[in-house]
């Protein structure tokens, strides 16, 4: 068995994509919900992909500033959540494996991986930087790239 998505997560997706998903509601936990359904369907580099598209084509669409869009902490918290999923046993739904992971709830967890002067610089935005105080794990199973974070 894999980690599955239900009809509500692929909603949620299909709500994110088209804009339909309101900005107030599009928390942390919304975020990871996304990156889980898009690695549900996707290998990480592919899930990476279509979860920065999907994030920079919803702030146009809402009219919001693209700067919001965080290059290194997007591929970053899709790669924890591809960690995570690899090590737990297969779920059922996004809410199921978010509720087996309390650990990615914490908003501060890259700062393991990055310093705040890296992780919050200008270079990290605009493109995704390796972190400098620990890697990222990474899975045979989730990508084609090395088990750790180049």
């Known amino acids: 068995m894999t980690h599955r998505c239900t009809e509500a997560d692929l909603r949620f ?8 998903w309101p900005t107030n509601a599009f928390d942390h936990a919304a975020h990871l919900r996304l990156a889980y359904v898009y690695l549900c369907t996707s290998d990480t580099d592919t899930a ?3 979860m920065a598209g999907a994030l920079q084509q919803y702030l146009a669409h809402h009219g919001l500033p693209q700067e919001k869009f965080h290059a290194t902490l997007t591929r970053a918290w899709i790669l924890a959540v591809a960690h995570f999923m690899a090590v737990t046993p297969p779920c059922p739904s996004a809410q199921a494996f978010l509720a087996a992971q309390p650990r990615l709830h914490d908003g501060k967890l890259m700062l393991t991986h990055y310093s705040r002067e ?16 620990q890697p990222i794990p990474r899975h045979a199973s989730s990508s084609s790239r090395p088990e750790t974070l180049a």
């Open 13 to 20: 997706r299909e709500a994110f994509e088209s804009g339909r």
């Open 48 to 50: 990476g992909q279509r």
């Open 118 to 133: 890296r992780l919050f610089s200008a270079s990290a935005r605009n493109g995704f930087m390796s972190p400098d105080i």
